[in-house]
């Protein structure tokens, strides 16, 4: 346990630093949310300083951050000027909708990635492996954006997919199955932008560490027992391979959140990313904060979950410092 | 008798792609042919290189041979494609010459001889436990040692490991590649002995490869000699070691001190 532990803290530590960081940035960055109204004639001066005066923009950072850590730790993430409402709520239904495609992304590209990659590596430099090499280096020289545009043309002539949002109108009157019908049409151009950008390198890797670990004697002993081809690959093999590729896991969930945000704004997905790019623009500095702390949140978590299906995954790990 | 494995004009070619493609071809097999009755053990010597270890993967269907038929209980199983061979496979086993690197480090001693048996289907997870614990019993092998990772383990109870692996699946062949050689000379008598118990008792054929003229005499009812890939004398052994014909022979047995051939007790040392 002291291995997760570890994590743990070390998880907590790079949120405490993520936070100071995006308050110096946002600080840093000249003008407030509130110069805009300085040049609107009909706002007093006054009024802009007794504002800015409310929402404590004319204190010292220090003083500003210890306030605002003050109040995270007791459930508040600060208040937005452009909504008018408190950042909670806002984040969290921004939130839902991001992690509801970054996990469906995630799923579906190691879903596709594993069975791939392994039968690459079973048959290394024959057809259907340089076939997929070749699939794979082609889209990986798209870039995201390229991917995006292309997709959302594609699905505005075609007029197969909706081009945007999360929900039709009328969404609440569907019935359950239609319900779902219409989220997975929504859903499909924005998950598969995240798939098929992900892809490339994660069945790359699969394949990689698949190939390195096909040819180890013990692999050979287990043929020669008669353990058919199927458990050899996933009970083995797989098993043997996977410590480089939990690692990955982890680094994908940060790779397909960023890129989550990118294609939320791009396909207008009501998640973070339009939310985030909003908030920097119109300077709404805890919006800006609370969303990055989120994100990174995600990533830390997601870290985290790679960490304990290492440790789950790896019986050496779990004895401990006895097993060296 | 009708032989248990008969071996004719068996070739394995490796062809190594040097720089540039220039494909250089390693003999490794050189039309081998030999034949083991049933419950009578073939000890095969011969210089490092001379082509024992192919051999024996190619007897253990592990490695593909070039050309030439393996008659196993009457099939060809050179021929065989891999799903016939699944079959077939528990009836030969192979204890590997470097036992450490053949047994997966994820395992326990206890899934390690059990995962052969689960494949199989034919026992309940506890007779199946009891089978494997017994197994690493009377191989040397305590009780409490079963739920330790191979890691953890000595180069010899790691050797001990693989051969108690091997007989878990109760193999009519069994093919030991130098498996008694990191041990030290106790226990290589303990397992020999064992080795002849199991042999008397379920009627075992076992091609024994070794490097110790004196353990092959003690085990063998043949001596094979290999020489550049090709058997260039077998008989009894005393025959082969105090009359040895072929010059490879000759180099061995000089290469041993002392006398090799004591005539062989029935029931061990
Ligand atoms: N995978 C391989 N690729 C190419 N050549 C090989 C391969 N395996 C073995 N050889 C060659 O085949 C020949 C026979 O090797 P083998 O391992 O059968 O010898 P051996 O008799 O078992 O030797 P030792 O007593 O040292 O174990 C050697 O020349 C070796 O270099
Ligand atoms: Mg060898």
């Known amino acids: 346990m002291r291995f997760l532990s570890r994590r743990l803290i070390h998880a907590v530590l790079v949120l405490f630093g993520v936070s100071i960081l995006t308050f110096l940035f946002t600080s840093l960055a000249p003008g407030d949310y509130f110069d805009e109204m300085r040049l609107n004639p009909q706002i007093a001066p006054e009024t802009v300083v007794a504002l800015r005066a409310q929402y404590q923009l004319d204190r010292p950072l220090p003083v500003r951050y210890a306030r605002w850590l003050n109040s995270v730790v007791h459930g508040d993430l600060g208040y937005s000027f452009s909504y008018n409402s408190p950042v909670g709520p806002l984040l969290w239904v921004r939130a839902r909708n991001t992690l509801f495609l970054t996990v469906t992304a995630t799923l579906l590209s190691w879903g596709l990635a594993l069975p791939l990659g392994v039968w690459s590596a079973e048959r290394l430099g024959g057809l259907p492996d340089s076939l997929i090499s070749w699939m794979m280096a082609g889209l990986m020289a798209v870039p995201d954006l390229a991917l995006a545009l292309g997709l959302l043309l594609f699905a505005a002539r075609s007029g197969w997919f909706p081009t945007g949002g999360l929900a039709s109108l009328g969404f609440e009157s569907l019935s359950p199955i239609n319900e779902l019908r219409d989220l997975t049409l929504h859903m499909f151009l924005p998950v598969a932008v995240l798939v098929l950008t992900a892809l490339p390198l994660l069945v790359r890797h699969v394949r990689a560490a698949m190939a390195g670990v096909l040819h180890a004697p013990f ?88 960490d304990v299906f290492l440790y789950w995954a790896d019986p050496r790990i779990r004895a401990g410092p006895v097993a060296k | ?225 290999m020489n550049r890939g090709r058997i260039v004398e077998q008989g009894v052994p005393e025959k082969v070691l105090g009359a040895p014909s072929h010059e490879a022979t000759r180099g061995l047995v000089a290469a041993t001190p002392g006398s090799i051939v004591t005539p062989r007790m029935p029931g061990g040392l």
Not at chain 2, 21 to 39: I, K, R
Not at chain 2, 91 to 101: E, K, N, R, T
Not at chain 2, 142 to 154: I, K, P, Q, V
Not at chain 2, 199 to 221: E, K, N, P, R, W
């Open chain 1, 219 to 306: 692999l050979r002993a287990a043929q020669g027992h008669g353990i058919p081809r199927r458990r050899l690959l996933y009970r083995y093999a797989l098993p043997a391979a996977a410590n480089p590729l939990i690692s990955l896991f982890g680094f994908s969930i940060g790779a397909l959140l960023s890129g989550s945000l990118l294609v939320e704004v791009v396909m207008s997905w009501p998640g973070i990313g339009p939310l985030l790019v909003e908030a920097i623009l119109s300077r709404d500095l805890y919006v800006v904060v609370g969303g990055v702390l989120l994100s990174t949140l995600f990533l830390v978590v997601g870290n985290f979950v790679a």
């Open chain 2, 1 to 225: 008798m009708q032989p248990l494995i008969q071996v004719e004009y068996l070739v394995k070619r490796y062809s190594s792609r040097g720089v540039l493609g220039s494909g250089e071809v390693v003999s490794a097999l050189n039309e081998v042919s030999f034949s083991v009755a049933p419950g009578k053990t073939l000890a095969l010597v011969g210089a490092s290189g001379s082509g024992k270890s192919t051999l024996a993967l190619c007897l253990a269907c592990l490695e593909r041979s070039t050309s030439g038929r393996i008659w196993f209980e009457g099939r060809d199983i050179a021929a065989l494609d891999e799903k016939q061979l699944r079959a077939v496979r528990p009836q030969i086993q192979l204890v590997f010459q470097d036992p450490a690197s053949s047994l997966n480090p994820r395992f326990t001693a206890l899934e390690i001889v059990t995962e052969p048996l689960l494949v199989q289907r034919k026992w309940g997870t506890r007779e199946m436990h009891e089978r494997a614990l017994a197994l690493l019993e009377r191989i040397g092998l305590s009780r409490g040692m079963a739920s330790r990772r191979t890691g953890e383990f000595s180069g010899g109870q790691r050797q001990r490991l693989a051969i108690a692996r091997a007989l878990s699946l109760a193999p009519k062949l069994l093919i030991l590649d130098e498996a008694l050689s990191s041990l030290d000379c106790s226990v290589q008598a303990q397992i020999a002995n064992l080795l002849l118990e199991l042999q008397s008792s379920f009627v075992l054929t076992y091609l024994f490869i070794t490097h110790d003229l004196a353990m092959a005499a003690h085990l063998g009812d043949e001596i094979a000699v």
